[in-house]
């Protein structure tokens, strides 16, 4: 359609679409359901974007990510498109004033995690809206065969029964076969539309590089490649400070990002990044959905993530401009160990479960048969150390009770201070007169935000800080001073983790865990930790192995690390195993200078000697075992 087009332009600048876009995009726009896989990078939102400026009413988007969210919304209302999001951590005076904005038909885009749409006001007002399409984003949390399973997906469903004639959207960039099966079932997606993308990503080199020291050779890597705009993901907030560190001490312009840093940190490292300020971003894997940077040049990682499908989305956000990008994975023989405890740390005792559970409850003041429907900021550290848990217990537990919805467990809020005018232009003018020390503030926001007599705002306390020439402190005492003499409302930015209670407190003798959320996910995730160290050890073309894992086909992508092993190698693998059994003792530089042996190939057969048991090492020498 030609006003499909002229949207992408007008908005995006675009003069076409990706690959499959369009007609995602007209599928939606003739009312049909519609099914999705586009890889990373594809534009998935854009074929949910493009049909909800077109159609006439609201587009409900549905998605599992507050952090993806508040992007989503933020760069919308860079376009000039009304979009607005609603979450756990707002208080229920602003979810009702967003809601009923979307009722009256003032924004255009309604953003919400699935925990809200159980809740009795949210259904109310959703069925007085004029919905014209419903979009799932990350699709694959509907299956319990996911890597990120989210059951309240399964309510989704139930939308149906208020609008049945609002097509349905369900888009993801990582579903195995019979994820995409899950998908259409549990949606109900009527008669849909299907659109399967091929995951190959052809411009992308991944590598395998198994290694003794991980560091030493990421380091070399960055020094040669210290112009080039990369990102290296680690799976803790330690390693990200400690990798940080030194590659700053190499002169290597290097930025971090996790979960523990402020949200000011947070956005300026992610500015720097975006801006070319920093080459380098070191991050926990709290850093990339939403962020798109086309030019970024390679995704290293010092850490691998216990699955494929996460694994290849953060690989994938390498060379999005579709020119040529590495993604490199480093591990080491103990690092497979590593992930096979953290699996099992995943999975605590029942019954630690359930007393994390019941902690939580007496922490918050939550009495059985209460607690539904409210939203609470918490403190992790504060309360493993009142209850004597460790952070990771209590971590994994959360996880599963939200698993077992229980609760909505949001890591990372990030929410800005929000704030609207509790009062009329008149009375605010009154009192502006009589208190002319915060006249300078109130002129400020009300220039800034025509809209915030009648909805809540996002306000950033650093810029205005900056525009008004205070300290945030002074800034802080003045918001308070309105909202104590009732001159706003406000929300306060937390960064805290939010806990919000899906259904009331139970007691002990109601308390289960059900086998689908524990046992049965235990054994899927198992399964995709076996997929994962298959991929770090196996001597297949890399790409054929993501390929067939996702359910694809496709050949040697001949630009691997064992595709190119293969091409410049005079040995298979199995033959350099033997020769290093038949040459030992000795060391690695042996094989590579006196037998002629590419050292990448060398290291990976001694590593699968290693891991064997076939040999061992000693002092940098090899031995017999």
């Not at 590089?209 to 380091?219: A, H, R």
């Amino acid at each position: 359609m030609e006003k499909s087009k002229e949207i992408l332009s007008k908005y995006w600048g675009f003069n076409k679409f990706r690959s499959f876009q369009e007609e995602i995009v007209d599928s939606t726009l003739y009312g049909h359901d519609t099914f999705a896989v586009l890889p990373t990078g594809g534009g998935k939102s854009i074929c949910f974007q493009v049909p909800g400026i077109a159609l006439e009413g609201i587009t409900i988007v549905i998605s599992p990510l507050i952090a993806l969210m508040q992007d989503q919304v933020n760069n919308l209302k860079k376009r000039g498109i009304s979009a607005e999001l609603l979450t756990g951590a707002m208080s229920y005076r602003e979810i009702d004033i967003t809601l009923d904005n979307a009722k009256f038909g003032a924004i255009k885009f309604l953003y919400t995690s699935p925990e809200r749409l159980k809740s009795p006001i949210f259904i109310e007002r959703f069925k007085q809206m004029k919905v014209s399409l419903i979009a799932i984003d990350e699709a694959h949390c509907i299956s319990q065969w996911g890597h990120d399973f989210r059951p309240s997906y399964k309510e989704i469903s139930v939308l149906r029964t208020y609008h049945p004639e609002t097509p349905m959207i369900a888009l993801t960039a990582s579903a195995t076969p019979i994820v995409q099966e899950d998908i259409i079932k549990l949606l109900k997606l009527k008669d849909p539309k299907i659109f399967i993308g091929n995951v190959e990503r052809k411009n992308i080199q991944y590598s395998v590089v198994p290694i003794e020291n991980k560091l030493n050779e990421i380091l070399e890597f960055c020094k040669k490649n210290k112009n080039e705009s990369g990102i290296i993901y680690c799976k803790t907030r330690k390693s990200v400070k400690d990798l940080t560190i030194q590659l700053r001490a190499q002169n290597i312009s290097a930025g971090m990002y996790h979960g523990g840093l402020s949200s000011e940190d947070r956005t300026y490292m992610l500015n720097q990044w975006m801006g070319g300020g920093l080459t380098i971003m070191v991050a926990t894997n709290a850093f990339g959905m939403g962020i798109d940077k086309p030019d970024v040049r390679f995704v290293l990682h010092y850490e691998f993530p216990a699955n494929l499908e996460a694994y290849y989305q953060e690989a994938g956000r390498a060379g999005r401009d579709e020119n040529i990008a590495q993604a490199i994975a480093y591990w080491e023989p103990n690092d497979i160990h590593v992930l096979k405890d953290q699996f099992e740390a995943k999975y605590p005792e029942k019954l630690t479960i359930k007393n994390v559970y019941n902690s939580v409850c007496n922490y918050l003041k939550i009495a059985i048969g209460s607690g539904q429907g409210e939203s609470y900021s918490f403190n992790i550290k504060s309360f493993a150390a009142t209850f004597n848990f460790s952070i990771s217990e209590t971590y994994n537990s959360l996880k599963i009770l939200a698993l077992n919805g229980n609760l909505s467990f949001i890591e990372n809020s990030f929410l800005p201070t929000r704030l609207k005018f509790a009062i009329g232009n008149s009375a605010l003018y009154k009192f502006q007169v009589s208190n002319e020390k915060y006249n300078a503030l109130i002129t400020l926001i009300s220039r800034s935000y025509p809209g915030v007599f009648e909805r809540f705002v996002s306000i950033d306390e650093i810029e205005f800080s900056k525009r008004l020439k205070i300290s945030k402190i002074e800034l802080r005492n003045q918001l308070k001073f309105l909202e104590e003499f009732g001159i706003i409302e406000i929300n306060y930015q937390s960064d805290l983790p939010q806990i919000y209670f899906t259904e009331e407190r139970k007691t002990d003798q109601n308390f289960s865990l059900s086998f689908e959320v524990y046992e049965n996910r235990k054994n899927i995730e198992f399964d995709k930790l076996q997929n994962t160290i298959e991929y770090l050890t196996s001597n297949n073309c890399r790409s054929e192995l993501i390929s067939a894992y996702f359910g694809n086909s496709t050949s040697k992508c001949k630009q691997c690390d064992v595709c190119k092993a293969e091409l410049t190698e005079n040995y298979t693998h199995e033959e350099l195993k033997s020769i290093i059994l038949e040459n030992l003792p000795n060391n690695q530089r042996f094989f590579q200078e006196k037998v002629k042996m590419n050292r990448l190939s060398v290291q990976k057969a001694l590593q699968d000697l290693i891991l064997s048991e076939k040999i061992i090492k000693k002092e940098g020498m090899y031995f017999k075992n």
